[in-house]
């Protein structure tokens, strides 16, 4: 299927990029750290390598996608590696119709984004790709496999059941296109290193007790799928093109043999970057590594009254001099950095310097400017392209909360219905009550895309009652949250509930949760008698009720609730 349909915003962003799909060299010494180094060594070097990188915030990444993703036949195309459908880049930052910002190794696994383990890996390029929408629903967070029988098939996407000694566990697995199964298994093998000190809450793939991170049947897949399909121009292509925005590589793309030496035939051995064809060595010539010259910092869109941080590593090898940065040109007032200097040891280390700059738009519009690097004892300079978009402050309606759908004894889906203004994503706030050791606990999870109206849970417990509300979030800014929607114990209904009321389904009967007096409730059957009639409704009033199905109604809430009682 064709989709001509284009999510329409401006597009300047994309138009003034320097260029697109534009390949760059290997910096000189980049890989030095990985010479003479094998086995845990090996790959421990490569974690601080990768990890030391610029961040992105999530709502920026079509921006970059449109250089990283791009066809080279025609880069208003974008190259979706889980559909032959044919998308168009349309300009601005937030996205094309009919597509997903997909982490190919599941932001589940991990948790996503956290107090204690950041953006870097909720947001780095290096394993998010554009991602045809349906294909990402059903690939869901499943493992990376061999189907047995398909549940689902597009042509480049496959989705069912494993086969036997894959899955780790899971049910089904995702099976990508044999044109794109060894990007994949370069994609984990780069993020098995990156995020190794990651502890994974989904061991499907991964592992908490070896320094491997994958596990061993994994390893035997992604190694014969690495070997089976060759690096293409298109990984090397966008192995270049974040090295422009993220200012790190995928050295298991420059280096095909590299996993080899990791979780392959080569495993002991030592890795020498002359033998791996490595010809950016160091000279001892005063070199900077990072950021290379032609780097953009584009931090997408900002509200007004907002700003926003990005880290740029500036890293550097033989400096025999301080280094000098500076902004200037153009909207320099817009963005800030808190030294004007670097010391030669900070550049000179193993993970460089994180120079802080920062975006705080004064007024609406395009705001672009230069970060200019010199001095240290290099020969000229380096330029990073700084630019950014203020948008007026967002207004964001309260979401309305739907019953949920497809409650099983393990899960259900969350559903709410969409809002007329533009969201960057959703937030889903859960509290979670079990009947037997009354406890309750909260967890909030953020949707990876906009235009879903939907999320599936596999968490459920029995004996535990989910209630869940919904936000917006845009820009920084936050919707209120929505009504609550209850799944009782039994899983046999989900039940709306009115803040600041909620109705708990229990055996015989139901549990009111409220904050405040909420006055009168009437009960009625489902012929519209009224069978019970509550003064002063109260928190924790328990109301007994023969089986069946009721509606209960109350003077302060205009929602009137179902509940059923087995």
């Not at 049947?217 to 422009?244: P, T, Y």
């Not at 910092?297 to 890293?315: N, P, R």
């Not at 109705?503 to 059957?525: F, H, P, W």
Request: hydrophobic fraction near 30%; aromatic fraction near 12%; charged fraction near 20%.
């Amino acid at each position: 299927m064709i989709h001509n349909r284009l999510y329409r915003f401006v597009a300047a962003a994309v138009l003034t990029m320097a260029s697109l799909c534009a390949s760059a060299n290997i910096p000189a010494g980049y890989y030095s750290s990985l010479d003479g180094k094998s086995g845990q060594a090996l790959k421990d070097a490569i974690h601080e390598l990768a990890l030391q990188h610029t961040t992105f915030s999530y709502g920026s990444l079509w921006i970059y996608f449109a250089e990283t993703d791009c066809r080279p036949e025609d880069k208003s195309k974008v190259w979706d590696m889980y559909s032959d459908n044919t998308y168009y880049f349309s300009g601005g930052s937030r996205g094309v119709y009919g597509m997903h910002k997909e982490h190919s190794l599941p932001k589940s696994w991990w948790g996503g984004y956290d107090e204690t383990q950041g953006y870097a890996g909720y947001t780095d390029i290096n394993h998010l790709y554009p991602a045809n929408g349906e294909a990402n629903l059903e690939k869901s967070n499943f493992p990376l496999g061999e189907v047995s029988s398909a549940t689902y098939d597009n042509g480049v996407t496959k989705v069912g059941p494993p086969k036997t000694g894959q899955g780790g566990g899971c049910y089904a697995v995702f099976e990508p296109d044999d044109r794109y199964k060894g990007d994949f298994a370069r994609t984990y093998f780069y993020m098995a290193c990156a995020y190794q000190h990651y502890s994974w809450k989904y061991t499907y793939m991964m592992t908490n007790n070896s320094w491997k991170t994958l596990n061993e049947w994994s390893i035997d897949m992604l190694c014969r799928w690495a070997r089976n399909d060759a690096v293409s121009d298109k990984e090397v292509d966008r192995n270049d093109a974040v090295q422009h925005f993220q200012n790190n590589r995928n050295p298991f793309i420059d280096f095909p043999e590299l996993f080899e030496y990791i979780w392959g035939d080569k495993q002991g051995q030592v890795f020498e970057l002359s033998e791996a064809g490595d010809t950016t060595t160091y000279t001892g010539t005063p070199e900077l590594i990072a950021p290379t010259q032609g780097t953009v910092l584009d931090f997408g869109e900002v509200a007004l009254g907002k700003s926003l941080e990005y880290t740029l590593y500036v890293k550097g090898r033989g400096l025999n001099n301080p280094l000098s940065v500076q902004i200037y040109r153009y909207d320099s007032e817009m963005f800030s950095i808190p030294v004007t200097t670097i010391s030669r040891t900070a550049s000179n280390s193993a993970e460089g310097y994180p120079l802080k700059v920062t975006y705080t738009p004064t007024t609406t519009g395009e705001h672009m400017s230069r970060l200019l690097i010199s001095d240290g004892g290099l020969t000229g300079s380096v330029g990073v392209e700084l630019r950014a978009r203020c948008l007026p402050i967002p207004t964001l309606t309260r979401l309305e909360a739907l019953p949920a759908t497809g409650i099983t004894s393990t899960g259900y889906i969350a559903n709410w219905r969409a809002p007329e203004e533009d969201v960057d994503y959703y937030i889903i706030t859960r509290t979670i009550y079990n009947k037997n050791t009354g406890e309750t606990r909260t967890e909030v999870t953020t949707t990876d895309n906009s235009d879903i109206t939907s999320y599936t849970f596999d968490d459920r417990q029995p004996d535990e009652t989910h209630t869940y509300s919904v936000q917006s979030y845009r820009l920084g800014y936050i919707s209120e949250p929505s009504n609550v929607i209850t799944i009782d114990m039994s899983g046999l209904t989900g039940i709306e509930a009115e803040k600041p009321l909620q109705v708990l389904t229990m055996d015989g009967g139901i549990l009111i949760k409220c904050s405040e007096d909420v006055g009168q409730a009437r009960i009625y059957n489902l012929a519209g008698q009224e069978i019970c009639r509550i003064d002063n409704l109260k928190d924790n009033m328990v109301i007994e009720l023969p089986r069946g199905i009721y509606l209960l109604k109350t003077a302060t809430c205009r929602t009137a609730w179902k509940v059923a009682i087995r």
